[in-house]
């Protein structure tokens, strides 16, 4: 919960600083010169006397106080230009909000801040190379950052909603057959994926030619609808493989808030993805084939669910040693613990691959993640986190991309 807390305050920090870099940034606009001069100023001399005539601050301070004089600071802003890049400001941002949502509005003012400090920090550093380009008759330096955050945004809300695929290959001495395995986590349906284009989803899981294919957790948020839901788990059951599909829970299955906002509880849930061919495993083992044993865990979020060291204590030590282990544990977070164990692969999501830069690390940071992303390794056993086929909240990925990942175990 504190850790929670600190997050939301620093977010909170973060958003104001934005809002007033980003308005401190639009006053500098060339054309705001223009209307501060066709209204307050009536196109007169802006020289420091004129200004304290009208009350105002002076548009240039002159070093002799000689309106001729070519030496001068920088401009001074009145009431009228914070005025009008406020109104700006969130004339933008309120078209963003029916555009998108509120969440990925604000994820666009972060991008669009970082990238505009960025720009000035260049041009900065060309001036001190003798190079100004703020003597050219516009404002480059912000032009530059509203096309590159443009652009960026575009890419992110390509990554984000388009799945691609990830492949990993496994070395183990364990003497069993070579197994595919296709992992998808986070499809928070009703972000980027719902009843239709989880179809398309499925299309590509088929495509890879799995053996089996697990769903680490976050099949569904607090806001998917009953109608995605089952939609996504009909599709399920069209999955081509030997072992079939298993799922184990992430922290938004069933659901934070009142469940009958969303039309279904955990224990629907769970009758439609058994109803459609998928295995539900919560501190359960399944065996496959003598070879292959699937571990699934259930959600950290559980105060009750077992260790890792006493979930695999419940099978023969024997059986335990001889077969390839397979964990799906939707949070990244117990790695000690489960290399402790001896288990062979943990498969996670959760992190969304950290969803966007510059903050995709944070979960390592404050120690809620032991990964962010990608293939680890802790003595014998090897960890995967996977970016999710979705997101939470939003669109939009930047520094990652939504995937299903291929693993390989040769």
């Known amino acids: 919960m504190i850790m929670w807390a600190i997050i939301l305050v620093v977010a909170i920090i973060g958003i104001i600083a934005a809002i007033w870099y980003v308005i401190n940034r639009i006053t500098k606009f060339r054309f705001i010169d223009i209307i501060e001069d066709k209204t307050i100023y009536k196109d ?4 420091a006397n004129r200004a304290r005539d009208f009350g105002l601050s002076a548009k240039y301070k002159y070093m002799d106080e000689n309106p001729d004089s070519t030496v001068k600071y920088k401009t001074k802003r009145s009431w009228l230009r914070t005025l009008i890049a406020t109104i700006i400001f969130l004339v933008t941002f309120g078209i963003l909000f029916l555009c998108f949502n509120g969440v990925e509005a604000v994820v666009i003012l972060f991008h669009l801040a970082v990238i505009w400090l960025i720009v000035e920090a260049i041009f900065t550093l060309l001036y001190k190379f003798h190079l100004d380009l703020t003597q050219l008759k516009v404002y ?13 945004m575009v890419v992110a809300n390509y990554l984000g909603t388009n799945v691609f ?8 001495n364990k003497n069993v ?142 059986e335990f040693n001889k077969d390839y282990s397979i964990v799906l544990d939707h949070q990244p977070n117990d790695y000690e613990n489960e290399s402790n164990a001896f288990v062979d692969l943990v498969l996670s999501g959760h992190t969304h691959g950290g969803q966007c830069l510059p903050i995709n690390r944070i979960g390592e940071l404050i120690g ?20 999710g086929a979705s997101s939470w909240g939003l669109r939009f990925k930047t520094g990652t991309c939504s995937e299903l990942v291929v693993i390989d175990v040769k």
């Open 44 to 47: 007169k001399p802006r020289t």
């Open 140 to 152: 480059l330096a912000g032009i530059l950052a509203i096309v590159f955050t443009v652009i960026c």
């Open 165 to 172: 695929v990830t492949n990993y290959t496994i070395d183990t």
């Open 177 to 318: 057959e070579p197994i595919r395995i296709v992992q998808i986590a986070d499809t928070h349906l009703g972000i980027t994926l719902n009843k239709d284009n989880f179809k398309d989803l499925v299309d590509k899981i088929n495509a890879q030619n799995p053996d089996i294919v697990v769903l680490t957790g976050d099949f569904v948020d607090d806001s998917s609808t009953y109608e995605d839901m089952v939609g996504a788990c009909e599709a399920l059951s069209k999955v081509n493989s030997k072992y079939g599909v298993y799922f184990s829970y992430g922290n938004h299955d069933r659901g934070y808030y009142k469940n009958e906002d969303r039309g279904y509880d955990g224990a629907i849930l769970e009758e439609t993805l058994k109803a459609n061919n998928v295995k539900i495993l919560e501190d359960q083992i399944d065996v496959l084939d003598d070879q292959y044993m699937i571990i699934g865990r259930a959600d950290k979020s559980r105060a009750d669910r077992m260790s890792i060291s006493q979930l695999v204590g419940t099978v023969d030590k024997y």
């Open 368 to 387: 809620a993640n032991d990964a962010t992303y990608g293939h680890h390794k802790i003595n014998d056993t090897d960890f995967i986190v996977t970016s």
